[in-house]
């Protein structure tokens, strides 16, 4: 699939070991390590789920990762996406994943009280390459992209923010692109493109032309 989606024309692979996010350690590095074996140096992959500690960034970043995304252990250890990030800089991306502007973590199953705009504003003060911006009520739904929340995280920060869930149709990309000039650097899609509701290639091209206007 990863072979697919790069002649498809994607720039970016986007990873995420579900059974690692769970198990707070990785469990599908065999997968991981053989996908990075065929993606080569072509495009940045980008890890995340369970990535608790620095010896495992360490272990991606020498898997051939580009990057990885903190999400959980971002929100209950500050302290370790700190160290993480002047560790191995412009490695370290954060993944908030937020229902009606609160920050949830353990995959989705538990809410925390943090605002989702103050939560990144803080991370991004400690030097992460990007914000992850997943509206959970959407993730996976088919449902459309939470433009207005999208936007307003994008706005407050100086970092780029790629917009994630919902992600469903064309209707979605030109939205998106519409506002990418508020700092929204890219999209990840998943469900949709597997199950035939968008058309990677078209969407890109789309994405592409909409991005030069």
């Known amino acids: 699939m990863a072979r697919h989606w790069i002649d498809q024309g994607a720039r970016r692979l986007h990873l995420v070991d579900l059974n690692g996010a769970f198990a707070g350690k990785p469990k599908n590095e065999p997968a991981i390590k053989a ?20 010896d495992t960034i360490e272990r991606c970043l020498d898997d051939g990762l580009t990057y990885v995304i903190i999400g959980t252990a971002a929100v209950k250890n500050p302290g370790f996406l700190h160290d993480a990030c002047g560790a191995f800089p412009g490695h370290i991306i ?4 937020a229902r009606d502007g609160k920050v949830a973590v353990d995959g989705w199953s538990k ?8 939560l990144a504003k803080k991370f ?21 992209v939470n433009i207005e929340a999208t936007v307003k995280l994008a706005q407050a920060l100086r970092i780029p923010v790629i917009a994630s869930g919902g992600i469903a149709s064309m209707k979605d990309v030109k939205a ?3 506002v990418q000039g508020e700092g929204i650097s890219g999209a990840i899609t998943g469900r949709a493109i597997y ?19």
């Open 35 to 54: 996908i990075l074996k065929e993606v080569g140096s072509e495009i940045p992959v980008q890890l995340g789920g369970g990535i608790r500690d620095l």
């Open 195 to 213: 199950e035939g509701t968008l058309d990677f290639r078209k969407a890109q091209a789309e994405a592409d032309k909409l991005s030069k206007l």
């Open 94 to 97: 954060v993944g908030l994943d």
């Open 111 to 118: 809410m925390t009280g943090h605002d989702v705009v103050d």
């Open 176 to 178: 998106l692109c519409a």
């Open 124 to 144: 991004e003060d400690y030097g992460v390459e990007a914000v992850i911006y997943t509206d959970i009520g959407r993730d996976g739904m088919l449902s459309g």
